[in-house]
């Protein structure tokens, strides 16, 4: 018998699976929905449109293209960048 070394390879990364990486956790939903239950007025009988105001808000803010994020990381100053004469 033979004895091979396999190396694996790491699947490919997707857009969709780099999106699934940046969706909100269910801690930071609650916390802006307990946010938004506070700033009405902290009324009982609103859980579920707070829930779902947080979730819309905090999925929109991922919703820019990954590309333009990881460019936009990449394009910021570096502090020293300047050379000196």
Do not use: Y
């Not at 803010?61 to 960048?81: E, H």
Request: hydrophobic share 35%; proline share 7%; net charge positive.
């Amino acid at each position: 018998m033979s004895s091979k070394a396999i190396t694996l390879q790491d699947p490919p990364v997707t857009e969709k699976a780099v999106r699934a990486t940046l969706r909100p956790t269910e801690e930071q939903i609650a916390q802006r929905a307990h946010e938004i239950f506070l700033k009405r007025g902290a009324a009982p009988g609103g859980e579920l449109d707070d829930w779902l105001q947080a979730e819309r808000e905090l999925t929109a803010g991922t919703q820019q293209p990954v590309a333009t994020k990881l460019s936009a990381t990449a394009k910021a100053p570096l502090a020293n960048s300047r050379s000196r004469r």
